[in-house]
């Protein structure tokens, strides 16, 4: 018999190939807060709203994507300016991504545009483009789909580097903060509910199923000998 092909030979590759294979497993995991009436108010008169989340046992340890859902409204139909709004996300009081400034404003038009608010998804790579530039027909529309969030610091600016991007490589687990103002007293604003979308790497095992896998692999080479002799 070929030794490579010997039975416990070919357990044990199988072994590793599936524990390395669920060492390099990417998962994705969605977490979604509603929110609505006084809670989700937000202030005219420019006072943030911070909600704060706290995510613990993901089992992701290194982000590749995060993904913002935001449902976020006029209090009545057609109340709502969405040039108005600034929205961002920050994990853990560092890492800040801006989804909303104000969109629609430029050097020429300081106001920005006029419909009643999102109901979107966030992605960096979402094929609608920069959400920024996103003017729905009617003032009491709302705008749906996946969306690039807006990025930039400064609204009349087309330089965007407060992506979703900046959270990738990081843990899951820890507090996440959604921070919203309305900048201007034109509309009102309020927040049904938003969510969360993780992917990225699980954690690798810990060095006492690192021990757990070589006793394996020992006592069934142990094995094997004996068998051959």
Excluded: K
Aim: one cysteine or more; aromatic letters at 8%.
């Amino acid at each position: 018999m070929n030794s490579c092909s010997h039975p416990l030979r070919l357990a044990i590759a199988a072994l590793l190939s599936s524990w390395t294979t669920a060492c390099a497993a990417v998962v994705s995991q969605t977490f979604t807060f509603p929110v609505g009436g006084s809670a989700g108010a937000v202030s005219d008169a420019g006072i943030p709203l911070t909600l704060s989340q706290t995510i613990a046992g993901s089992g992701i340890t290194t982000l590749t994507e995060v993904r913002v859902g935001l449902n976020l409204r006029g209090t009545t139909s057609g109340s709502g300016w969405a040039g108005d709004l600034y929205v961002s996300l920050n994990r853990a009081g560092v890492t800040t991504s801006v989804l909303l400034n104000q969109v629609g404003v430029t050097g020429s038009n300081p106001a920005g545009f006029g419909f009643d608010g999102w109901n979107v998804t966030f992605r960096d790579n979402a094929p609608n483009g920069d959400i920024h530039l996103a003017q729905p027909a009617g003032p009491a529309t709302i705008l749906t789909g996946e969306w690039q969030p807006d990025g930039r610091l400064d609204p009349a600016s087309s330089t965007r580097s407060a992506l979703l991007a900046g959270f990738n490589g990081f843990s899951a687990d820890t507090a996440w903060h959604l921070t919203l103002a309305d900048l201007n007293p034109t509309g009102t604003m309020s927040l049904q509910s938003w969510s969360l979308t993780f992917t990225g790497f699980e954690a690798v095992p810990e060095p006492g199923e690192y021990a757990a896998v070589a006793g394996v692999l020992v006592g069934g080479f142990a094995l094997w000998r004996r068998q051959r002799r």
